[in-house]
């Protein structure tokens, strides 16, 4: 499984194995019943999670029904205690959305749910995030999770989506952080894959953020209002919904 997983998330094409993932979760799902743990987003119980990774493969972290990992859960439940955003009138931009958001948030009513993406089948708008065909102010609500790092000029991009929120509107941007660091490390002259994935984590990332992250979005205009999401998780919590341990979790709001 260590090996297969990383070896099926490399060979097969994204919106293929999209597509596939539809069949996959009905047989995880019935395989996985149980009571240990829980997934918020698709409110499933089940015995375990199942082992996800890139190159490093966690153990229990992918919901058996819905495929969401820890950072797809720890959004939801943000979302859900910290915002208005399952119940206000809300024009929503999601870039590169998560099939396991997909449907649930296409079902909302109080939602005008607009999807977008340079290859994803799921996308309504093909774009480049880097340059956005929507009207300054355009959006209430932007969620562009874990897009940034794939993005070759990330400040750019940053500005885009702050130009389009309204005002008093809010972004979700997270990224892969290594804590540990304080300046992101990102070298425009590293374009061998092999030594990307070496340096920044995956082939197709221009960058591993650092501790600085916070800043380079207060320089596109973005202000934080509230404390990090994750401290107020206790650990019952955090073990129940299998929550990442330690990531800082925000809503970015326009200036």
Same mark, same amino acid.
């Given at each position: 499984m260590r090996r297969l997983v990383p070896f099926i998330l490399r060979v097969i094409p994204r919106p293929f194995l999209i597509r596939l993932s539809y069949i996959v979760m009905r047989i995880t799902s019935l395989?996985?019943?149980?009571? %240990?743990?829980?997934?918020?987003?698709?409110?499933?119980?089940?015995? @375990?999670?199942?082992?996800?990774?890139? %190159?490093?493969?966690?153990?229990?972290?992918?919901?058996?029904?819905?495929?969401?990992?820890?950072?797809?859960?720890?959004?939801?439940?943000?979302?859900?205690?910290?915002?208005?955003?399952?119940?206000?009138?809300? @024009?929503?931009?999601?870039?590169?959305?998560?099939?396991?958001?997909?449907?649930?948030?296409?079902?909302?009513? %109080?939602?005008?749910?607009?999807t977008a993406d340079l290859n994803s089948p799921l996308a309504d708008v093909k774009?480049? /995030?880097?340059?956005?065909?929507?009207?300054?102010?355009?959006?209430?609500?932007?969620?562009?999770?874990?897009?940034?790092?794939? /993005?070759?000029?990330?400040?750019?991009?940053?500005?885009? !989506?702050?130009?389009? !929120? @309204?005002p008093d509107g809010f972004a979700i941007l997270q990224v892969p952080t290594n804590y540990a660091m304080e300046i992101t490390h990102e070298d425009a002259s590293i374009t061998n894959p092999d030594e990307r994935e070496k340096h920044f984590r995956q082939k197709d990332h221009y960058r591993l953020y650092g501790r600085d992250y916070t800043e380079r979005l207060k320089e596109a205009g973005f202000v934080l209002k509230d404390r990090n999401f994750t401290d107020q998780l206790d650990d019952d919590e955090k073990k129940r919904y299998r929550l990442p341990a330690f990531e800082f979790m925000y809503a970015y709001y326009k200036q």
């Open positions: 395989a996985c019943r149980g009571n %240990n743990v829980e997934c918020p987003v698709c409110a499933g119980r089940f015995r @375990k999670f199942l082992p996800y990774g890139y %190159n490093k493969v966690r153990k229990g972290v992918l919901c058996p029904r819905c495929f969401s990992l820890e950072r797809h859960r720890l959004l939801w439940l943000f979302l859900q205690h910290r915002t208005d955003f399952f119940t206000a009138p809300l @024009k929503v931009l999601h870039i590169a959305p998560e099939q396991c958001f997909y449907s649930r948030f296409r079902k909302l009513k %109080n939602l005008t749910y607009i774009l480049d /995030v880097q340059d956005m065909p929507f009207q300054d102010n355009d959006f209430d609500v932007v969620i562009c999770n874990h897009v940034l790092e794939h /993005v070759p000029d990330d400040r750019k991009a940053m500005r885009e !989506i702050h130009r389009i !929120i @309204k």
